[in-house]
């Protein structure tokens, strides 16, 4: 297995690139940003390597900026790595690179997952008419007003019962972490978070509303991998800790799928009660009870769980008159979503998440088995369903995976940023920033100029080194509401 490059646009394997820095047109090289391995426990992996690890790049070299090629190399020189593959939005992050793809030998990284463990994104076309039930700024400006009620953002929490999990026990055996998750893992659940995270709403070329939402395991799976990676970079498989972590990672995933899913139900309701305000009453519904998520009323992690507390109903959908907006009734031939449809809608979305490690049913040359570590990358199996978000600017792509295995079956995650968080504050103009964003009812203000279009990749760029290579693009949803922390 050689190291190989690829060339952009094609899934061929390009020429064995140079063994010194000249694979990688850059100026003075930068210390690595990987924690020093003299500072971490289990800092390399055991075993003898029978091959040099196989690099496959989604991109030209030379687009990689010095502090990802560090982490590349990094990684790169563990005994233990078998195979990396590079996506097109990668850039620095922690250790391993964000859009990184590890296969390893017999060994699990926390720090090769990352602190937000399944961090990811569900989506659902509803099938939904644009024009009857989002037909205008002012129907919009509800609708957003309504999510604004319904979900917390940002720091923001759920009131103490609203949810209530069963107990987590770390499989560490350390009681502060216990303490740590259980502290905030049913406030936060349905909570949506800050920074990069984000609730949209978007509308395909065919007019059907889209519902898509990005978020992950809150503080609870930052607690879990701020906890592991203390420990040390790198456990054996079958090691105490990497047992551990692998049962404590498995939680966190599930309660981040969770965590999506009941954001992506409280945003159905949402549109759904938005269009029976607009709608004439000969199309209006029967009212019917609220039924529990899933129609079981349990909220299943970890084990049987209790049912969780219904909810408070939210306020009434604030007035439009600061806005100097009204809301125009109009027939509709497509009647407001009933819980049962939510509840199809939900059986049917898509999700994917892209921070997570997958023990394989393959062996590696050590003769255990090999471990798939995605960081800031999506599965992209063969006919997978898939969504790479841009910005908040120009919305969601939905995408079907190619199986291509010289890449590990893997996508990008997004555009991926281009600018730091104080880059894009110091750097990009509110004003720029809002008139990027005029037309879609969003938040523009300074608090979240660090998530303007600007500071992230050209989208045309990202998709066009991975359509026809990793995936198919096959729909695109271009963004009417925006709800970010």
Known sequence: MGRTTHKKHTGKRGAQPPADDSRRKRGQRRTSAAVPADRMAYATCTGVRNAPPRLSLTVPPDSLDAATWDQIESALALPCMVHLAVMPDAHAGYDLCIGGVALLDGHISPSFVGYDIGCGMCHVNTGLPVDEVLPDEAARQLLFDRLRLAIPVGTATRAPGEYDLPRFTSASGDTQLTDAVNARQSIQLATLGGGNHFLEVGVNKRGEIGVTVHSGSRRSGWDIGAWYMKQGRLFPLVSRLGHAYRQDMDWALDYALLNRRLMLEHALRALADVHRQLARPAHKRAARPAKPIGGTGATSLNGPSHVPASPAPAAPISSLSAHGLAATSIPSAQPPLSEQEISLLLGRMINENHNHAVVLNQTGPSGTPLVLHRKGATPADAGQPGIIPANQRDGVYITKGLGNEEYLSSASHGAGRRMSRNEAQRTIPLERFRSQMRGIICRADKGVLDEAPDAYKPIA?????????????????????????
């Not at 990793?470 to 922390?485: A, C, E, Q, S, T």
């Open 461 to 485: 760029e990202v998709l066009a080194a991975q359509d026809g290579v990793l995936v198919r693009v096959i729909d695109h949803f271009r963004p009417l509401v925006v709800l970010k922390g």
